[in-house]
């Protein structure tokens, strides 16, 4: 047949028949001349496309063949097959596709068989593009056949390295666009094909993910790509339910392209911001995103990331400011004039805090040397509009810093501004302003146009809270000014928004402070100034009622505040209402910044309105009250907090179960608090189109607590937008009111739940708003809420209440006179009711409101504020009216007369005598007292103030005029006149009031005490005589102090005429002065000695020193001398004689009395008196110690007389507190008690007495009584077992067994004697039958947390503690007592054994807390609980004896190692829980000394426990192994030491058998790779350069005790060691056994090779070094290449296995570790095949062979990071002599010896260099190889200058090794 006969013509001459049958098919083919082709197939393939159906049925050929309707296309296939198999060809399936389908004539109808058998060969060139468009098409087109060829595609797009699929992975698995190769085609035809590019757009909406991830594989991206990106990736961004997995294999494929297009997006829409970070955090890249340019994009998100915490702004910004400096601070200022100059927060994006722009404006002004002037320009423009726009838009709020306070965090203030302030606050120190008149002044500065008294009002303010934390330090006079001015800007209302917060929270601060501090002082003399006004916030004043100590201290606020009302319990609502609002939610974790500025305000919108703080302009809404919800609510920790905020996040419609069982294992009702107010503020406020999504969620977590929470924090904030000024005036805040009407509705009514009347009135709600124009901000929320009555079935019309309020809203629309914008909300609202608001019937509410409603009340509030207080003349306004008086001060039947108080503030400094008990016990009467002065201080004042000033100004007038008369300057005269008549005036009123005072104070005291009830019995006149006494010196000050300051003014008055006289003398002559008057009315000048005589010019210094002496004149007072001062030293007769008086009425008192115990005396009986002021016998007597000691021999000679309660109690305190005042005493007193052999002293009741007064310790006065009763003193065996008996088996219990546990040991020996008398019988007994009696067997089987059981176990540890310290406890007294607590049923049960174990771990650090917090208590105190607990845990393992082992040894030793692994397993668990929740306050100390304890005792027991010693050791190393740092690096320093310890170390290192080496080489890698990342960087912290010096230490440690253990594990530890720690890794590389002797390294005739026969010894080495070759699937392979020397392509492709398939970010591409193995595993098999053939290693070079052949391929192959980690490896063997060594040696000779490139010998330099410039010790096959290598001329190291003279300092190390080992270097 003719060359031009093909199979396709053929066929089509036969027709269908052709196909019909196999045989048919094979005589068509048979008539062909060759077998077919697959250029012949495929143009067949052409042929039966284009002829489908348009031959004959019949064939002429065939005509036996039924008729056929078209081509067989599948037995064709089949056929073709058979024919190439049985030829043993292969069909090239690429070939047949590109011959049949490049073809001008090719047109596709049906591709079924392609789709059957095709795998598509895409690298063959088409010569016609269209046909392959066509092609492409045609596949788009049938899909469904499509994704059969997916099977055979090799590389992927998505690969699910997940085993578990789900459906969603399953399809993105078999999808035919997960293959990169046709992905690519599509992609570039589809730009040219328009048929091709709407198929392809159709499968990029119904396959985002994969086209997506598809476009980031691409190695270039072209315009087409980058749009296609940008589109799919916006989708992602908005929140696709698969954005996670997509943005993160984005980013694994092209972080560029997604920085890019992240950039991008942000360009178009800058709100993108917020979703962009939180991209950024997921995928761990913000460092990178902001390092990329454009700096404006970075620097913004930079802002936001720091408002988050998730940047520090400030490094950033000054990092950058380095690297880029004026450009990068160009940007800066860009941004900044961007968002603070045209909108201060507002340019468009996510708005800046205050805080951020602070942080901008202080590194720039630092930067401001180094900035152009044109930059500079900007940046002092921008501070000065900073401040001023913030301060006048936020006037009480803080500012940014302007340029002369940059690191100011409050409003700036000119620096005139600050001194004025300063200066008014010395003046209200130094008495010249009163608090009233500065209190005038700032109202007027206040509401003053002028800019500057605002300014000056508004700083002295904020130094006053500046100043608050200095306050503790005032003098006690100006702490009280300053308190009186704090209260009164209150009073007041000078401070008002966030002034009035901070103001209020100050002075709660204050108040909660201890009585006795200043600041308590300060708060409640503050609260007492504006006390009318706290009933205004019912909040504060319950937080005021919260204070324990106030009811106490002031008891008359605490009755103002109950009486009117005040105490209530705080509500969400009332936390909205605090002037502390705005950090209401720091408590839950949120910050109210964090969103966009949308939101910025949502809970704390009203902090600068005053008005809607004190009065809400809606009271229809109210929020519902939770009791004790501080106790019940708390946010859950940080790391809780990223969980539950992560799993929000990442919500979507297909994953919303998914995610509610993620939720469900975090969440717990306790963080319903903390969720509701994150859901409500932080997502539905801003996001009203997953409110479904939101409600879907919450619902599925079936928590009602957290449903009713979220309604009250709805309610919440509703009510403080509905009631913000800022709602009116703000569209955005008006939004976010609609958003949560939305969301109300969601939850209430759209699931058919009412609204209830009592939390929301909606008609109520619409007619307030109408009274006060706010139906702007009401309307769109009540329709908002209404419209969710629509997808109700009960609230939808005609529902009766909704339309009622469709009714008003009716009204509203036809008669309110609304704006377009309001009708159009309610029109939307009747519209999805289906109703017509033309057919609602409207209400007539309107009709009947008043028209001025609003005006009217707004009137009323200002009248209110501007109403001023009653005032009386003796005292200012804000005195008088700030108190009031509660109890009768009638008199004589006066019942006009004025109650008030004039000196409100003297309370402050009154003295209430200690021996006047009363006052302490009823606070209430030192108001009294109070009072009393402050009347008779008014009675006196005036006449006796008028009569001092008088004369003391006649006086001051007459001397002052003639001393001065030639004095030109009037102010050295009017200073001298003010000294001497302050002094005089001062004086004489203080002398001539003094007894009138005191006369008019004691019937003052007397009348008001009897008017109120008070009996003489209670306060007797001794007692009111003290009153006055002790305060009459205070009165004295007060009118004496009233008469200075008037004296002042009248002097000033009296001299003004001499005073002005002189000042026109000066201004006109200029010349001397002299008053002429003086010297013609009296001899006086003339008459004068020559030394006092007047000068011209005015007095000399010595004269005018008279004056000045006025002012240092000392005061004298009266020494007053009471019951209880009496100052004169007493001789010890009188001291012992007044003490012996006490005694004697103590005598007299006792037979009188029928109360059994002191404390049940009345405060002020005799007993008491006697009690408190006996001491001071002691302290005033001249001999302490011996008037002490015999005061005490009196005192115990009668206590031992006594038997009744009363006298002995009584004694026992006076004994007390007489030897309080003598060490020297108490201790005498305590011998005499516990050593004095006397038969009287034992007295049972008498020493209980004592006992309780812990005048005796229980156990040393045991130990007295065994040695008595050891001796055979019966009386004492009697007394011992009475006080026994009643200390530990009577009410009330004094102590325990172990604390009698010496006596009660001598009581058993005495019954075994059969010497006990029947009462020490009776006595051992009933401790028997109490011993036999087990408290923790009912609780076996039931549920352990029960807080009886927790509190017997604590009673259990602490009696185990008392005796382990016990002065004579013994080891067979401990071990009985563990038998008695096994006994007990510490072991009877898993879950009691295991609260046990955890109570004691957790008293011992609770006890060690305590105790090192407490003072004075020694250091060796806080750890007794500590070290008993490590003795018992070791006593119970040796004694516990399991009742399951059956008497076997083994299983008996098993069951101990399994309770000591159990002790292990609870101590570890409770140590990880404090880390955990105490984070950076983890103390690590007492649990650090539990370990060592427990090892110390471990060892002490150690041939007691010999058989488990081992295995208990290995499990404290498992512990150890659990508490690596990498877990819990709080706990690292002492993990370290730990795995260091004396008894831990080398007890694990000398097992036999080595069984302990792999544990602690197990602890050792733990460490380094702790280490490893700290000590990559560049510069070492302080901790972490301990840590590096601990480590060393340890290593030295193995190095000089253990050098096996360093030689068998070296491989291991080079594998985790950095390579920057080339010390660590000589330590560990210089490890050799100890039974060798190495030679000398620099010795002449020492050589590589001459050091047999230790050169053919394999060192041991037992770590794994194989391991990583197996799991990387390297080994296989390289076996059988170093067994056959092939395939070759081995060696080209291991570069690329070398390499990390994916960077872990450490900076690196190769896997080290694989490396490592490589070389040592290659090396090896070369050494064995060396031996093998008894060839010894040479130095000639690389010889044939597998592993030269590996090590060559490696050292020319990689690249110099590559390189320098296989040098690295081989130095690593370089250690003591061995074959490793001598190989490994030879190996880097020879590849210094065959370099064909020189930075190959520089490397192998650097390598052995760098490890023998660190200090010692060297390894000493690393010094042979280095000597060897400069010495032996074969390699000419010296010839190689570049890098051996590349540095002086280099060089000249070289020559001091040369010259070391006797080796001359030419100076070339």
């Not at 315009?223 to 961004?237: D, N, P, R, V």
């Not at 504006?530 to 004043?541: D, G, M, V």
């Not at 008196?1169 to 015999?1190: G, M, R």
């Not at 512990?1519 to 831990?1544: A, E």
Request: a neutral charge; aromatic letters at 10%; charged letters at 20%.
């Amino acid at each position: 047949m003719s060359q031009q006969i093909t199979l396709s013509s053929v066929l089509n001459d036969v027709g269908y028949a052709g196909t019909a049958s196999e045989s048919n098919l094979n005589i068509v083919i048979d008539m062909l001349s060759q077998k077919p082709t697959e250029h012949d197939i495929g143009k067949t393939l052409v042929m039966f496309s284009n002829t489908q159906t348009s031959l004959s049925p019949t064939s002429p050929v065939f005509p036996q063949t039924p008729p056929q309707l078209s081509w067989n296309i599948p037995l064709f296939i089949k056929t073709i097959l058979t024919k190439y198999s049985k030829s043993n060809m292969v069909l090239e399936w690429p070939r047949l596709i590109k011959s049949s389908l490049d073809s001008k004539d090719f047109e596709i109808k049906q591709l079924q068989f392609i789709f059957n058998t095709y795998k598509l060969g895409n690298k063959a060139k088409w010569d016609h593009q269209n046909k392959k468009s066509q092609f492409l098409y045609s596949l788009l087109q049938n899909y469904s056949e499509l994704i059969i060829l997916n099977k055979t595609l090799v590389t992927k797009i998505f690969v699910n390295e997940n085993t578990q699929q789900n459906s969603l992975t399953q399809s993105w698995q078999n999808n035919a666009f997960n293959s990169l190769d046709f992905f690519l085609q599509v992609l570039n035809f589809s730009q040219f094909d328009q048929d091709l590019k709407k198929l392809f757009d159709h499968f990029q909406i119904n396959f985002p993910e994969l086209i997506c991830i598809g476009l980031s594989m691409l190695k270039t991206q072209t315009q087409y790509s980058q749009e296609i990106f940008q589109k799919l990736f916006i989708t992602f961004i908005t929140g696709h339910p698969n954005s996670n997995f997509v943005l993160q294999r984005v980013w694994m494929n092209s972080q560029p392209l997604l920085i890019e297009s992240l950039i991008q997006i942000y360009k178009k829409d800058k709100s993108t911001l917020s979703r962009i970070l939180d991209i950024s955090q997921d995928l761990k890249a913000l460092s990178k995103i902001l390092d990329v340019k454009p700096y404006y994009f970075t620097i913004d998100l930079a802002s936001l990331a720091s408002r988050r915490d998730y940047l520090n702004l400030e490094k950033w910004l000054l990092d950058k400011t380095k690297e880029d400096g004026d450009n990068f601070i160009k940007v800066c200022l860009e941004f900044l004039y961007e968002k603070v100059m045209v909108d201060f927060g507002g340019a468009g994006g996510v708005g800046l805090s205050n805080d951020v722009v602070t942080i901008f404006i202080r590194i720039l002004q630092n930067q401001s040397n180094y900035m152009s002037p044109e930059n500079s320009a900007v940046l002092n423009e921008i501070i000065t509009a900073t401040s001023h726009s913030y301060q006048r838009n936020n006037p009480e709020e803080e500012a940014v810093p302007t340029p002369t306070t940059s690191t100011s965090a409050h409003p700036s203030f000119s620096p005139d501004v600050e001194e004025e302030a300063t200066t008014y606050f010395f003046r209200i120190y130094k008495g010249e302003i009163r608090i009233p008149q500065m209190i005038e002044l700032l109202l007027l500065y206040k509401s003053s146009q002028n800019r500057r008294e605002q300014d000056l009002c508004n700083c002295i303010i904020q130094s006053l809270f500046d100043e608050y934390k200095f306050f503790p330090g005032y003098p006690e006079k100006h702490l009280l000014l300053t308190s009186l001015l704090f209260g009164s800007l209150i009073q007041h209302q000078i401070c008002s928004g966030n002034a009035l917060g901070n103001a209020l929270r100050y002075i709660l601060d204050a108040c909660r402070q201890p009585p006795s501090s200043p600041l308590f002082s300060f708060g409640v003399q503050s609260l007492r100034q504006f006390q009318s006004r706290l009933l205004e916030w019912p909040q504060y004043c319950s937080l005021l009622l919260q204070i324990p100590h106030l009811e106490s201290q002031c008891p008359d606020i605490v009755a103002f505040i109950k009486k009117h009302g005040g105490q209530q319990n705080i509500t969400i609502d009332d936390q909205m209402k605090l002037p502390e609002s705005r950090n209401s939610q720091q408590q839950y974790g949120l910050s109210v910044q964090e969103n966009s500025n949308n939101t910025s305000n949502i809970m704390g919108l009203n902090d600068d309105d005053e008005d809607s703080e004190a009065y809400p302009a809606f009271s229809a809404l109210k929020v519902d009250i939770i009791e004790h919800e501080e106790n019940m609510f708390y946010p859950p920790a940080e790391a809780q907090q990223d969980k539950i905020l992560f799993i929000i996040n990442n919500i979507s419609p297909t994953n919303v179960d998914q995610k509610i069982t993620e939720m469900k294992d975090i969440f717990i009702n306790e963080y319903s608090k903390w969720l509701s107010a994150y859901i409500v503020s932080k997502r539905v406020s801003i996001e009203p189109n997953f409110h479904l999504l939101y409600v879907q969620f919450l619902s599925g977590l079936s928590s009602p607590i957290l449903d009713k929470l979220l309604l009250l924090e709805t309610y919440s904030s509703i009510k403080v937008l509905l009631n913000s000024k800022k709602t009116v005036i703000s569209s955005e805040e008006r939004t976010l009111l609609k958003n949560l009407g939305m969301w109300l509705g969601i939850l209430t009514v759209a699931r058919n739940k009412p609204i209830k009347q009592k939390n929301l009135s909606f008609k109520d709600l619409l007619l307030e708003g109408y009274d006060n124009s706010r139906l702007i901000v009401v309307i769109p929320f009540v329709c908002k809420v209404l419209e969710q009555c629509m997808n109700s079935i009960v609230f939808k019309p005609p529902n009766p209440w909704l339309m009622a309020t469709m009714k008003l809203l009716s009204e509203l629309y036809h008669f309110a006179d609304l704006k377009l914008n309001l009708k159009f909300e309610i029109e939307v609202l009747c519209k999805s009711a289906k109703l017509d608001v033309k057919d609602i019937t409207p209400t007539n509410f309107l009709k009947s409101r008043p028209k001025h409603r609003q005006e009217e009340s707004q009137l009323a509030k200002n009248f209110e504020r501007l109403a001023i207080a009653p005032s009386t003349v003796s005292a200012p306004p804000s005195a008088l009216s700030s108190t009031s008086t509660t109890f009768n001060t009638t008199q004589g039947g006066s019942s006009g007369e004025d109650v008030s108080i004039g000196y409100p503030n003297l309370v402050n400094f009154l003295t209430f005598n200690a021996s006047l008990p009363i006052f302490q016990a009823q606070p209430s009467l030192k108001r009294i007292v109070h009072f009393a002065i402050d009347r008779a201080i008014r009675e006196i004042i005036n006449p006796v103030v008028e009569r001092s000033v008088t004369i003391a100004g006649i006086a001051t007038r007459e001397l002052v005029v003639k001393d001065f008369a030639l004095e030109p300057d009037e102010n050295k005269m009017r200073k001298a006149a003010h000294l001497m008549v302050q002094s005089l005036s001062g004086s004489l009123a203080s002398v001539t009031s003094r007894e009138p005072l005191r006369m008019s104070m004691t019937q003052h005291l007397r009348t008001l005490f009897s008017q109120n009830g008070i009996s003489e019995q209670a306060i007797p006149e001794q007692a009111i005589f003290i009153l006055v006494a002790d305060n009459l010196e205070l009165a004295c000050s007060v009118v004496e102090k009233s008469a200075s300051e008037k004296a002042i003014a009248e002097i000033d008055e009296g001299l003004a005429h001499n005073f002005l006289n002189r000042r026109k003398h000066r201004e006109r002559t200029g010349q001397p002065y002299y008053d002429f008057a003086i010297y013609s009315s009296s001899r006086y000048p003339s008459t004068l000695p020559e030394s006092l005589r007047l000068k011209p010019n005015g007095l000399a210094l010595q004269q005018l020193r008279v004056y000045e002496d006025f002012a240092r004149l000392p005061r004298i007072v009266a020494q007053e001398q009471t019951f209880a001062e009496e100052n004169v030293p007493l001789q010890t007769a009188q001291a012992v004689d007044k003490f012996t008086q006490f005694l004697i009425e103590l005598e007299k008192v006792f037979p009188q009395m029928d109360i059994g115990s002191v404390t049940a005396l009345p405060p002020q009986h005799d007993i008491h008196t006697i009690l408190v002021h006996a001491p001071s016998i002691v302290n005033q007597s001249c001999n302490k110690d011996e008037v002490a000691l015999i005061l005490s021999q009196r005192v115990l000679n009668l206590l031992f007389k006594h038997e009744s309660q009363l006298p002995l109690e009584t004694y026992v305190l006076l004994l007390e507190r007489v030897c309080e005042t003598s060490k020297k005493v108490a201790k005498e007193v305590f011998q005499w008690l516990l050593f004095n052999d006397d038969d009287r002293k034992y007295n049972v009741a008498t020493f209980v007495t004592i006992l309780q007064a812990r005048l005796l310790s229980v156990p040393e006065l045991d130990m007295q009584l065994a040695r008595l009763i050891d001796a055979g003193r019966m009386s004492v065996t009697e007394f011992a077992q009475k006080l026994a008996r009643r200390c530990i088996l009577e009410e009330p219990v004094l102590a325990t067994q172990n604390d009698f546990f010496n006596c009660i040991d001598m009581f058993t020996k005495l019954v075994q004697r059969g010497k006990a008398s029947d009462s020490v019988v009776e006595f051992m007994d009933a401790l028997k039958k109490l011993n036999t009696f087990n408290p923790l067997k009912e609780y076996i089987g039931k549920d352990i947390d029960n807080p009886n059981l927790r509190e017997q176990l604590i009673i259990l540890f602490n009696d185990w503690v008392g005796l382990y310290h016990h002065p004579s406890s013994t080891e067979k007294v401990q071990v009985a007592h563990v038998n008695h607590l096994i006994s007990q049923g510490i072991l009877s049960s898993e879950d009691i054994s295991s609260l046990f174990f955890r109570v004691c771990v957790e008293q011992s650090v609770e006890i060690y807390i305590k105790n090192k917090a407490a003072q004075g208590v020694p250091h060796v105190f806080a750890f007794q609980a500590v070290d008993a607990f490590a003795r018992l845990i070791i006593l119970l393992v040796k004694q516990f004896n399991d009742p399951h082992a059956n008497g076997q040894n083994i299983n008996l030793n098993i069951s101990k190692i399994n309770l000591a692994t159990k002790i292990l397993s609870i101590i570890l668990l409770v140590l990880v829980h404090n880390h955990e929740q105490q984070r950076n306050n983890f103390n690590q100390r007492p649990l650090f000394r539990l370990f060592s304890t427990l090892l110390n005792d471990l060892h002490y027991f150690e041939t007691s426990l010999q058989h488990i010693y081992f295995q208990i050791l290995t499990a404290i190393s498992n512990t150890f192994h659990t508490l690596q740092p990498s877990f819990l690096p709080g706990y690292t320093f002492s993990w370290l030491q730990l795995i260091s310890h004396r008894h831990f170390l080398p007890k694990l290192l000398n097992a036999e058998n080595q069984k302990g080496w792999a544990f602690y080489q197990r602890l050792m890698i733990d460490l380094f790779k702790y280490m490893a990342p700290f000590v990559k960087k560049k510069e070492l912290s302080e901790p972490v350069r301990l840590l590096y010096r601990g480590t060393l230490r340890v290593l030295l440690i193995l190095l000089h005790d253990f050098p096996e253990f360093l030689c068998c594990y070296h491989f291991s530890f080079m594998d985790v060691i950095p390579h920057q720690c080339v010390q660590l890794r000589n330590v560990i590389l210089s490890a050799y056994p100890v039974l060798m002797n190495l030679p000398d390294p620099f010795s002449t005739n020492l050589s590589v090779t001459s050091l047999a026969p230790e050169n053919h010894i394999a060192p041991q080495i037992l770590s794994d070094y194989t391991s990583s070759l197996v799991t990387s699937n390297l080994k296989g392979e390289l076996d059988i290449f170093l067994k056959n020397r092939a395939p070759m392509s081995f060696l080209t492709n291991l570069k690329n296995r070398l390499i990390m398939p994916h960077q872990d970010g450490s900076g690196g591409k190769y896997v080290v570790h694989l490396i490592n193995s490589l070389v040592l595993y290659v090396g090896i098999h070369a050494i064995n095949i060396s031996q093998s053939k008894n060839t010894a290693n040479s130095l000639s070079g690389f010889s044939p062979s597998a592993p030269n052949d590996i090590f060559q391929q490696l050292v020319n192959d990689l690249d110099s990071e590559g390189r320098y980690f296989v040098l690295s490896a081989i130095a690593n063997q370089l250690r003591f002599p061995n074959s490793h060594t001598n190989f490994f040696c030879g190996l880097m000779l020879s590849i210094f010896a065959d370099a064909k490139q020189e930075i190959i010998q520089e490397q192998v330099t650097r390598v052995l260099l760098e490890r023998l410039i660190v200090n010692r010790p060297h390894p000493h096959g690393l010094l042979i190889t280095f000597i060897e290598l400069i010495r032996n001329p074969r390699f000419n190291f010296w010839e190689h200058t570049k890098f051996f003279r590349c540095a002086p300092e280099i060089e000249k190390l070289y020559t001091s090794v040369a010259k070391s080992i006797g080796l001359i270097i030419s100076p070339q």
